[in-house]
């Protein structure tokens, strides 16, 4: 029986691909204590089936949870949809490499979602996750604070810790940004970055770090190019990933309204119109509520500029 979309469980989430990510996110979901269903589904039902049974044998260690391989059917209900499905980058690959296969996936997965007329929030998370939301947005037909990417909430997880570890501080103290593209024409937002209120500039002084400029660069150009990185040594990026995904479900499923870089469409602001990248946003049980425009520099506006012609210019090529 067709369930009806009006019975959102707000308990219940949807993984969409158990590759690398999918699989190393629903671990980290079932670990969260978030829900009490999951469902996950993939093109490869025994790899669906796989994870599950996997995950769900260490529930002696966490909280009664339902986890199942299923099909599009069980998603209904759902409350968060996230979509990892898709190729991943392989070693000297961009991710704007992977956009005709993983757009090819989406217009697959997505008309699956919308017939059924789900209600939940669709969190994409495959790449170029920043033109897979334009799609998925462009597909769906959803409203646009139910459709966000995971955009540079992982970018701004490396950004902290690398800070953190340069400064000698706890990285929970590090508030800064990397916003624009989840790839390589991203930003480090810097004129903004600070440690507990204090400008970074002036913590760097603190603690007789004096090559600012010097370490800023560094420090970016690390995070830029952790993933390619971490895939020429193992293959693929996912715990980083997973826990990114964990933290966007707390601020949903708790409407926490925290202060994510997730990716969402741009409406004019600093001069960026109808293209979806990264920008800090209150997230919360309604997905995104709002952006949040922080100061930028002007080097770092031409920067973002330049990121959203970058996304332009591969969603021209796209026909979304
Ligand atoms: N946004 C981020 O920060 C971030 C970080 C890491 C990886 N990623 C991206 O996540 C995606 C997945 O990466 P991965 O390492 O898990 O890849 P993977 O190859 O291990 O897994 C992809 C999975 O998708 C499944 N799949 C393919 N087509 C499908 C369809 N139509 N329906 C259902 N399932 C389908 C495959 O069977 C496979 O299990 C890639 O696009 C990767 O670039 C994003």
Redesign the pocket.
Known sequence: MEKNCQELNLRKVAM???????SASAFALMQSGLFSEMVL????MD?ADGEAMDIRHGLPFERPMKIYAGDYDDIVDAAIIII??????KPDET?LD?VHK?VA?LR??IPEISKRGCQGILLI???P?DILTYAALKISGFPENRVIG?GTV?DTSRLKYEIGEYLGVDSRSVHAFIIGE?GDSEIAAWSSANVSGVPLRNFYEMRGRHKYEKAAERIADTVKNS?YEIIAKKK???YG?AM?VRRICEAIVRDEKSILPISSRMHGEYGIDDVVLSMPAIVGKDGLESLVPIDLDEKEQRNLKESADTLKEVLADIDC
């Not at 969409?16 to 999918?22: E, K, P, S, Y």
């Not at 589904?41 to 490869?44: Q, R």
């Not at 990892?84 to 980058?89: D, E, K, P, R």
């Open positions: 969409i691909g158990c590759g690398f990510v999918g589904i993939d093109a490869d790899r990892t499905a898709g190729a991943n980058q991710r992977l993983n996936i697959n997965i998370v495959s790449n996750v995971s992982l989840h993933a693929a990026t996912y990933i990114s």
